[in-house]
Every structure is written in structure tokens, then in C-alpha cells.
């Protein structure tokens, strides 16, 4: 499958401060990307966790810092030592938070795929890899909540988390971001990981009507006929029992066997979903459609055929048939037709 | 809306609550009560919020009961600027603070609150008790913090734990900054409540003064000694000065006291000290008082910031002594100084001061005396005797009238050393004499463990001094006429069966609790030594004795070599614990190959198979394809099929391949493909 497909739309921007943040921001991902680099199997470790205080941190010093005005105010040796205790857990809380996120160990379990405009889901297992209890562990695809995991009495949580799907297509998830506050909020430890999650996204379903049952455009010799038609598809050796007004007079004049003409149906009691049914409309426009037929005619159990261009998939039902119909869908180039 | 997640739960809002409790506990003696309550209905309100029985107040509701608490506040206290209005101020903004309390900001700033709540309380008292306690309020405030984050550090154990292993490892760092901390003086004049309760002895000599404070033994000063130490009977701490009288209550009066005109000496060498070397020098500890008054021995100087003396020979502290206060006195007993110069007109004025009438009894008794020519020592003498013949020493003397004086001399004769004092001066500025009472300490407890002398309220005590022509102030006892042993072996003596005999535990009956009293007493002075009193001056001595020398050097490596240290024990530990689970041999063996493949040229791309990765070697360097194919295979087997030889296998290829310089063996393939 090609990989390079364009992942989302690409921003342009306009104005020179845009380009110049743009730049920077590339500039951060390919950093993140030596140091941090794709795998389904990450283990956190220093290289890959950043740490800083958060707003309650700034709080917390802004606290002692007024009790250091305090005690130095009324000369007071035990408001100094409490202020002092304070900024001494303040030091050291950067170890705590990050011990709760170094060691731990992310896999990636599977992708679910998705319709666009609906979230995908990733299964993840988060697993320790020492005894330490973790605590309060955000998971997340901001600006997204994602999920939450503590490993306090088990070592190991399978989880999944959700991001939306815009696009349809092969999507690759930007990286998670991986949180903890613990213990006490005042320092935030996060790393940004690339779990390599690629999401396969079917086109959104959009109605385009009822099923076109009777209205297939029949072409090529796949799929049931209907006989008795008025479109002449073919000759076939004649049988006794086919029509004498169907027998091919001129090919046995001209000294060859006695041959039957064959007539096919317009209709065709199979469906098939055809990219030329939809015309007129716009590639992404014909896609959605398609998908929403799918999903009609695997509710009602209509065996369906789909064809569009450079894929034909013949009429069947069934999941792992919908699945492979729907990923013709996703795959669809996009710039192509 | 704080979104789901931000709400708190259940578990936190009691942390919050238990915290908030914790430190305003201590402080709802000192706050006006309708805080508590205030506290207690504001926590009942947010719990019936979190049932689902009501809702968080409104806005409206909300200005109301801020207006409301502003009133009380204005109410209950007259002026703003001070700690206790401030502490008030504190304790009702989280109050307040529960009515909203809604998601983890608020909670956090109401935790925040109660830090400062719980610090306020040592500005207030800084003994051991309070120190336990202070400890205690930020191990449960700590601990509240931690039970923010989910329902498992939530619970008591695992937060108390986590709380105590923080506190527990802060803690070095928090002796080395208060070691090495600077301390800068006041920033800025904070004024303080003096309305609050009161100890000791204060600005005025009523009748029952003393009593009450002989029921106290809370320890008043500390007295520690460089060289000799006065003998008990010279142990008179003077502290105030009487010389008005108005025929019930002796107060300081114009002139004396520094607040009323009284002259006061703020720096040393203002005041021309005696020639000859102090007799005494020693260290007082005082207790905080809420008044400016020390205590020492007669003539005193001291050189401690904030000290003044007065031209009565007293020292007095230029802010009120809120928390114990300590300093350095050198005395010259007035025996060792050279004959004063006469007493001006004014003082002689002052110190014969009586109200124009009444206590006509003493008045022409002590006249009978001066009619028959003695002189003013014989008429002291005359009285001490009276003293000593007619009168009984007690802690519980009768009511006196209206005319005090004459009820105690002539008819009650009972009562203890205010009213000897009162009426020995009485007497002799009726008799012409110069005279004042004073008020201090006397004698006081030796402790012998930690060397220092410790006094009592109890041993509180009122004397008096009379002007001698050619021989200046003179110290006169009238109590010690009566009771000798009140000044020779302290109240308890004297006092006998009166002594403490009110006080809820008869601590001084029992020899083993006497003992642990004065154990407890010299942790106390320990403590006070090395914690409370701990300033720039003791932190220069410390650092000093620790480095030996203050040069900036020295300073800039004690600072520097625990940062190292620590950051280096960081480093080192986020290597050992961030490699993480060890990964099986099988991919080790694999990365060996991947990195020398690199170094070949060929970089295995991230989560390329390593089937790929074989082929494109095979393409891109055909010599090495029957290699990368044979470790691929084995790899494969080893890792997905769990074949035993097949790791072995791996191994051995692996160190073949390690075995040969990976560089050499391509160069002399390509020279052979040329």
C-alpha cells in the first residue's frame, strides 16, 4: 500500500510569521523524531521525557515565597523552616513525577478503522516495567482527554483512545502525548511518542438515495445475466430448446456451426455499486455515496459488487467482504479518478 | 465548565476538609468563634452540594455572605494591618472558598490557603508543642494535595505515605537552607495585637496582681551565664518601676515609663558606663511578653539591636517582646559604682509622690517617727522590724479597703511581697524618703544540665528602693524581713502549703515530675538556642565552625558540592531505571546485526520487516545476501518459533560476523566485484 499518501490537508500558510512558527515546529517534530523515533514498543525512559512546572506549581512557589516575606518580617525561624521544607518538596518533586513515567512500556495493539467524521480507535497496552505504583496517567492526542490509566494494583491496562478522523484514507496519528502530575500537580512530566498508529479511514457515509438494485449498467461478461433482453452480448453453440428467433442465421450461412445469439438484460438482479451510476458528481462526493450504499446493502443483505475505477470487487456479503469493499473506498487516490 | 475530569470527587473534597480543619484548629482560640462556625456551615453546605440536596450558591448569595463576613471581620477587629485580622482574613477566604469549591483549581487554591494558615500559627508561638503540630497540619495539607490526583492516592495510607516520604526527603535540603539561607531584617514595620492575653508582670501594681501570677509556673526567663553567677540573694530581675501611686494602684508614671517622656538610652555609650569591668555578663532568654519590659540585674548595658536602658537602670526592648526575644546584659552591682551625684529636683518630686489624703494612720505614724529625729535609715529599719515582728507572710491575705496601707499595717498584717513593698514605700515617702517599688523577678532555678538559670512566672516579685543621700539607690526587701526563705529559697518555700495549691496537678509535689519538668524545660532551651534564635549572627558562627572559613570559595563549593551530588545521583539513577524491562536475546542479537548492517551502509529502516531489510540488503549489497539471509532466517525461527538451536544459531553467526571486521570483508568484495 502506499504509505505517502498526503495525511491531512496540508496547511499553507500565508503570512510570514505562519511560515516562520511552521518552520519551527517542523524543525521540533524532526528533532523529536531523531530522539524520539516511530515504534510500536516504547519504553519510556529520560531521553524521551520532558518535564516542567505547571501553573499550581507557580502557585505553590508564589505560596512560599510569601511565607518567606513572612518569616523574614517577624523573624521567624519556624516559618522559615516550613518555607523552606516547602521549596525542598518543590526540588524534589521533578524526581517523583518523573519516576512515575520513566519505565513505563507502550504497545500497540491494533487500530480500529473508522469512518470519517467519526473517531478511530487505537488499542493500547500500557505496561510497568519495575514495581513502582504509577498513578494518574493521561494518555492523548490533544486537544483531546484521551484516557486515563493508573497501574497501581495491576502492572499492566489495555486501554484504547480515541482520535477524530477528518480524511478518509490511510491516516498517520500524530504523536500521543503521554502526561503525569503525580504526586502533587506542581510539575507536569509528558513525552510525545509515536506509536506508529495508522488508521485506515472509510469515506463518511452520505446518502445518496435507496439501494440502485435493477439499475446496475452491465458491462463485461462478470456477474449473473439476465437473459431475455434486447442488448445481442454474444453467440454461444446452439442448444436444442433456445429460441429459433434467437439462432444466428448469417454465422451458419456462412458454413459454421448453428450458433445461438445471446441477449443480456439491462437489469441485473446482482447489485453493483458503480463509480458511473454517480456521475456528475465529485470524487469524494461518489466515495461517500458508495459507502453509504455498502452499509445499506449489508444491513438488508443484498449481495454487492463494487466497481470503480482501477478496482473491481465482485458481489458478496459478509464483514470481511464490507471491510475489503470499504478499503477500496479509503484507498481510493485522491487526486486520481 | 471545568470539564469531568476537573470535578472533584468525593475523596478529595474530605482531604480538602480534614486540611482546612487541621490548620485552623490551633487558631480558633485566638479567632473571633464565629469563624468556626462559619468554617463548620460552609463545609455542611458544600457536603449537602455534593449529595445532590442543594445547590452552590448564587452570585447574589454569594456578594451577601462576602458583605456579611466583612462586617464581622470589621467588627471583631478595629484595625486591618495586623496578624490576627489577617489570619482571620486568611481562614475566612477558605472558608468562603468551600461554597465554590468546584473543580482542581479551586481546591488547589484552598490547599495553598491552609499552608499560610498553618504557617501563621508559628508567628504566634514557636515552642516544640507548636512545631509538632505545625509538622503535622503540612503532612495532612501535603497529603491533601496528593489525594487530588484519583481515587487511589486518595486513600489515607497512600497519600499520608506519600505525603511523609516527600516531607522525609526534602528534609535535608530544607536543614541545608536554613543553615545557609541569609536572613534579611524586616522588610517592613508589621504591627501586632496587643490586646490578646497577657503574661507576666505588667504596667501596673494592683492589689492581686502578684497572686495570680504565683499560681503560673510557665517558665518566664532563661538566664545563661559567661563567668560568675550571682548568689540567690542577689538575683533581682528588675523590669518596671513604680512611682505613681494613687492610693490603690502604683503605676510607672510620668517619666518613667519611655512611652510617658521616661529617657531611654537606644545606643551603647550614649549613657557614660562605670569604669571598672562589668560584674556580671549573661544572656537572657525572655519569653514573649507582649510588652517592651526586660529583665536584668541593677545597672545593666546591653548592646543587642533594639535595647535600650533607662536612666532608672532598666532595659527595655524598642517593639513589644511578641516572641521570645534574647539578650546579652553586662551589670555593674550598684555597690561597685562611684557615689552619685544628687537627686535632681525633679525626680526627688517624683519619688515622694503621694495622693493628697488618705491612709492618715501610716502617715502619722511614720510622722511620730520622724518627730522623735531618726534618719531615714532607722526609719526603714523601724519598719522592717515592725515587718518582722507583727507580720505573717501569705498568698491568700485578706481584702483590703479603701485605705490599703493602713488596713494592712495595722490591722490585717498578712500578705506577700506587693503589699510590703507597696506600703514600705508608702511609709517612707511619707516619711520624706525617696522611694519606689519595683517589679521583676527574683531568684529563679538553677538548671544544671544546660547551665542556666531558669525564672518563673511565679517567681515574680515587688521590692523596693529608697534614695540615700551619698549612697544613691539603695534595694530594700520588705518581703525578706518577713520571709526570709521567699528570697533565699524562692516562692515555694515560703509559700509552703500555699504554693500552687489552686493549680489543677500538684506538679511540684512529686519529685519525679519536678524532674521531667525541668528535662522538658532544658529541650525547651535547646531548642530555643539552636532553632528559634537561630539568626545571621548564629548562622555566620555556624557556617563558620562548619567551613572554618568564610571565604567566597569555601561558600561557593558548600553550596555546589550537594547540588552535584544530588544531580549526579539523578543522572545516574534515570540511567539505571530508564532502560526500562531488559529486552529478550533475541532482538539484542538482532540490533547487534541491525548496527552492523549500518555500518555496512544500510540503515534498517523504522518498521521495516526484517524480511525487507534482507531483501534490500540482497539488492544493495549482494555479498552480504547470503549472511543477512542465514541471521534473517534464524532470527525469524528464534523470535516467532521459539526454536532453542535457532538462537543459538543466531549467536554463533553473529559472532562470526563480529568476529571479522564488517569493513574489510565489504571493501575486498567490492574489489572483487570491480
Known amino acids: ?337 | 465548565m471545568a470539564n469531568n475530569r476537573d470535578l472533584l470527587p468525593r475523596e478529595s473534597l474530605l482531604w480538602i476538609f480534614a486540611a482546612q480543619f487541621v490548620a485552623l484548629l490551633p487558631q480558633l482560640s485566638q479567632l473571633p468563634l464565629w469563624i468556626g462556625f462559619a468554617w463548620a456551615f460552609a463545609v455542611y453546605w458544600r457536603l449537602e452540594v455534593f449529595r445532590g440536596r442543594r445547590d452552590l450558591p448564587g452570585r447574589a448569595l454569594k456578594l451577601l455572605v462576602i458583605a456579611l463576613t466583612v462586617a464581622g471581620l470589621a467588627q471583631s477587629y478595629q484595625r486591618w494591618f495586623a496578624l490576627e485580622p489577617m489570619v482571620a482574613l486568611l481562614a475566612l477566604s477558605f472558608t468562603l472558598k468551600n461554597l465554590e469549591l468546584v473543580s482542581r483549581r479551586d481546591a488547589f487554591v484552598s490547599l495553598l490557603l491552609a499552608y499560610f494558615v498553618a504557617a501563621t500559627l508559628f508567628v504566634r508561638e514557636q515552642s516544640i508543642p507548636y512545631a509538632l503540630y505545625g509538622l503535622i497540619a503540612t503532612l495532612v495539607i501535603t497529603a491533601a494535595l496528593a489525594a487530588q490526583l484519583g481515587s487511589f492516592s486518595a486513600r489515607p495510607r497512600r497519600a499520608l505515605g506519600l505525603s511523609l516520604r516527600l516531607m522525609a526527603q526534602a528534609t535535608p535540603l530544607m536543614l541545608l537552607l536554613f543553615v545557609v539561607m541569609p536572613r534579611l531584617g524586616p522588610l517592613w514595620n508589621v504591627p501586632q495585637d496587643t490586646s490578646a492575653g497577657r503574661t507576666g508582670v505588667s504596667d501596673s501594681m494592683a492589689p492581686g496582681d502578684f497572686t495570680r501570677l504565683s499560681k503560673s509556673a510557665k517558665p518566664a526567663l532563661r538566664i545563661s551565664f559567661d563567668g560568675p553567677i550571682p548568689p540567690p540573694e542577689q538575683r533581682y530581675w528588675r523590669g518596671l518601676v513604680y512611682s505613681e501611686f494613687d492610693g490603690r494602684t502604683w503605676r510607672q508614671g510620668l517619666g518613667v515609663d519611655p512611652r510617658n517622656g521616661g529617657q531611654v538610652y537606644w545606643n551603647s555609650g550614649e549613657r557614660p558606663l562605670p569604669q571598672i569591668g562589668p560584674r556580671y555578663r549573661y544572656q537572657v532568654i525572655q519569653e514573649a511578653s507582649r510588652s517592651p519590659w526586660l529583665f536584668a540585674l541593677a545597672r545593666p548595658a546591653s548592646d543587642s539591636p533594639g535595647v535600650g536602658e533607662t536612666a532608672d537602670d532598666r532595659l527595655v526592648k524598642r517593639s513589644p517582646v511578641y516572641s521570645r526575644f534574647a539578650y546579652e546584659v553586662r551589670s555593674w552591682p550598684r555597690d561597685s559604682q562611684a557615689i552619685p551625684s544628687p537627686l535632681n529636683s525633679a525626680e526627688r518630686r517624683r519619688n515622694l509622690q503621694l495622693p493628697a489624703n488618705g491612709n492618715q494612720r501610716t502617715r502619722e505614724w511614720v510622722e511620730r517617727l520622724r518627730r522623735r529625729g531618726l534618719g531615714a535609715e532607722e526609719i526603714s529599719s523601724q519598719l522592717l522590724a515592725l515587718y518582722n515582728r507583727e507580720f505573717t507572710y501569705t498568698l491568700r491575705p485578706p481584702a483590703l479597703g479603701s485605705d490599703s496601707v493602713d488596713e494592712f499595717l495595722f490591722d490585717s498584717q498578712k500578705g506577700f511581697c506587693e503589699h510590703f513593698a507597696g506600703s514600705y514605700v508608702f511609709a517612707m515617702r511619707a516619711a520624706g524618703v525617696p522611694a519606689r517599688v519595683v517589679a521583676g523577678y527574683q531568684g529563679g532555678e538553677w538548671v544544671n544540665g544546660e547551665k542556666y538559670l531558669l525564672v518563673r512566672e511565679y517567681d515574680a516579685h515587688a521590692w523596693a528602693e529608697i534614695w540615700l543621700d551619698g549612697r544613691g539607690w539603695q534595694r530594700v526587701d520588705p518581703t525578706a524581713a518577713v520571709s526570709p526563705e521567699r528570697v533565699r529559697d524562692g516562692l515555694e518555700s515560703a509559700a509552703g502549703e500555699e504554693f500552687m495549691q489552686d493549680s489543677l496537678l500538684p506538679v511540684h509535689r512529686f519529685d519525679v515530675l519536678v524532674k521531667l519538668r525541668l528535662q522538658w524545660d532544658m529541650i525547651n532551651y535547646r531548642w530555643y538556642q539552636t532553632v528559634v534564635s537561630f539568626d545571621s549572627e548564629k548562622q555566620r558562627d555556624t557556617l563558620q565552625r562548619l567551613l572554618g572559613d568564610l571565604s567566597p570559595m569555601r561558600v561557593a563549593l558548600f553550596f555546589a558540592t550537594p547540588v552535584v551530588v544530588v544531580l549526579f545521583g539523578i543522572l545516574l539513577w534515570t540511567r539505571l531505571t530508564g532502560r526500562g524491562r531488559k529486552r529478550p536475546a533475541v532482538e539484542r542479537l538482532y540490533t547487534v546485526f541491525c548496527k552492523r548492517m549500518a555500518r555496512a551502509g544500510i540503515t534498517r529502516r523504522p518498521g521495516e520487516a526484517p524480511r525487507d531489510f534482507a531483501r534490500r540488503i540482497a539488492e544493495q549489497k549482494p555479498q552480504l545476501a547470503e549472511f543477512a539471509g542465514q541471521v534473517t532466517d534464524a532470527f525469524e525461527r528464534a523470535a516467532y518459533g521459539g526454536d532453542k538451536g535457532a538462537l543459538m544459531e543466531l549467536r554463533r553467526l553473529l559472532r562470526w560476523c563480529l568476529g571479522l571486521p564488517l569493513r574489510v570483508r565489504t571493501n575486498k568484495s567490492q574489489q572483487a566485484g570491480h
Not at chain 1, 84 to 90: A, E, H, P, R, Y
Not at chain 1, 221 to 237: E, F, H, I, M, N
Open chain 1, 1 to 337: 500500500m502506499n504509505r505517502d499518501f498526503p495525511r491531512q490537508a496540508s496547511s499553507t500558510g500565508s503570512t510570514d510569521s505562519k511560515s516562520s512558527r511552521n518552520f519551527f515546529r517542523g524543525l521540533g517534530e524532526r528533532w523529536l523524531s531523531r530522539r524520539a523515533p516511530r515504534s510500536r514498543d516504547i519504553t519510556l525512559n529520560h531521553s524521551r521525557l520532558f518535564i516542567l512546572p505547571t501553573r499550581a506549581g507557580l502557585g505553590y512557589l508564589l505560596v512560599t515565597a510569601l511565607l518567606w516575606l513572612l518569616a523574614t518580617n517577624y523573624e521567624n525561624n519556624l516559618v522559615f523552616a516550613l518555607t523552606f521544607l516547602l521549596i525542598s518538596v518543590f526540588v524534589i518533586l521533578p524526581v517523583h513525577t518523573f519516576a512515575n513515567l520513566s519505565g513505563l512500556r507502550l504497545q500497540l495493539l491494533g487500530t480500529e478503522a473508522a469512518f470519517a467524521g467519526d473517531f478511530a480507535e487505537a488499542q493500547i497496552n500500557l505496561s510497568r516495567t519495575d514495581k513502582r505504583q504509577r498513578e494518574w496517567i493521561q494518555i492523548c492526542w490533544p486537544p483531546e482527554e484521551g484516557a486515563y490509566v493508573d497501574l497501581c494494583e495491576v502492572a499492566s491496562a489495555d486501554f484504547r483512545i480515541a482520535l477524530p478522523a477528518l480524511q478518509r484514507g490511510r491516516i498517520q496519528a500524530p504523536r500521543l502525548r503521554i502526561e503525569s502530575r503525580f504526586p502533587l500537580g506542581l510539575f507536569r512530566c509528558w513525552s510525545r511518542i509515536d506509536l506508529d498508529v495508522e488508521f485506515l479511514v472509510y469515506p463518511r457515509p452520505l446518502t445518496a438515495g435507496p439501494l440502485p438494485l435493477g439499475e446496475a449498467l452491465v458491462e463485461g461478461t462478470s456477474g449473473q445475466v439476465r437473459r431475455g433482453g434486447d442488448d445481442y452480448a454474444s453467440l454461444k453453440p446452439y442448444q436444442p430448446g433456445d429460441s429459433l428467433r434467437h439462432l444466428a442465421w448469417k454465422q451458419y450461412a456462412a458454413g459454421r456451426d448453428l450458433y445461438s445469439k445471446e441477449y443480456e438484460s439491462r437489469t441485473d438482479t446482482r447489485l453493483w455499486l458503480d463509480w458511473e451510476l454517480l456521475d456528475g458528481r465529485d470524487v469524494e462526493t461518489r466515495l461517500s455515496n458508495l459507502c453509504d450504499w455498502v452499509l445499506q446493502a449489508e444491513k438488508q443483505g443484498v449481495a454487492y459488487g463494487l466497481r470503480i475505477p482501477g478496482t473491481t470487487l465482485p458481489p458478496s456479503l459478509g464483514t470481511e467482504h464490507q471491510q475489503r469493499v470499504l478499503s477500496a473506498l479509503a484507498l481510493f487516490p485522491k487526486w486520481g479518478g
